[in-house]
């Protein structure tokens, strides 16, 4: 099993819609969790994180994690089609050693 | 700040040959990071280093060695390239000193294609 399961998509939605993204987890340690944005041949750059199980809002996006369920989500609000991206999601305990999900490759068409 | 900078972009072996990827950072991080993405995955660890001579093994080590003689610079060494080794390489590094969490900062990555 591995540690960090990510729905690999691809997803495609009009512009304006909801989007959901989801990982699970098995390793109870992680203590971070962490949404990156990827655009194509670039690398990865940090979207939000959180650190306790809730809700964490910024503007169009909001990250929730459930520990019980070892389960995290990022719901993107009014998407846009400058959001076409791939979504990591991403995990931590100890020297910040990331462990990524396989990644969600999202498209919003105008 | 240029931030983390990696050369070369792009690089084409050939099977058995070697090669050193460089990564640079100016921002005075103590821990640097090497990550490999194979195509439509997430990445993975390859090695990581906590500061000036002191590194260790990630969860993909094999095939690669590492040196952090510096505190900006982590090169990655591939010493007889194969196959399988083709893939997007990124640098990483952050400040790591307190408790709470702290942004983990990617280069651009280096495409390496061994055929």
């Known amino acids: 099993q591995k540690e960090v399961e990510q729905d690999p998509g691809p997803l495609s939605v009009p512009e304006g819609a909801i989007v959901s993204l989801n990982c699970t987890y098995s390793?109870?340690?992680?203590?971070?969790f962490m949404w990156y944005r990827q655009y194509s041949r670039k690398g990865p750059e940090l979207l939000m994180y959180t650190y306790s199980s809730g809700n964490k809002e910024d503007g169009r996006f909001t990250a929730q994690v459930d520990k019980s369920s070892k389960y995290i989500s990022l719901f993107i609000r009014d998407s846009q089609p400058s959001d076409s991206a791939t979504y990591l999601c991403?995990?931590?305990?100890?020297?910040?050693?990331?462990?990524f999900g396989q990644g969600t490759r999202l498209t919003i068409n105008p | 700040n240029a931030g983390v900078t990696q050369t070369p972009k792009f690089r084409i072996l050939k099977i058995g040959q070697s090669m050193t990827l460089q990564c640079t950072q100016d921002m005075n991080h103590n821990y640097m990071y090497w990550y490999r993405q194979d195509p439509g995955m997430g990445l993975k660890l390859i090695y990581y280093?906590?500061?000036?001579?002191?590194?260790d093994k990630g969860e993909v080590p094999n095939g690669y060695n590492v040196s952090r003689s510096t505190t900006e610079d982590f090169p990655l060494r591939l010493e007889l390239a194969a196959p399988s080794q083709t893939s997007v390489y990124f640098c990483?590094?952050?400040?790591?000193?307190?408790?709470?969490?702290?942004?983990?900062?990617f280069g651009p990555g280096t495409r390496l294609t061994v055929l």
């Open positions: 390793n109870s340690a992680f203590q971070y």
């Open positions: 280093s906590v500061g000036a001579g002191i590194t």
């Open positions: 991403a995990m931590t305990q100890g020297a910040q050693k990331l462990v």
């Open positions: 990483a590094s952050i400040y790591e000193g307190a408790t709470s969490y702290n942004e983990q900062f």
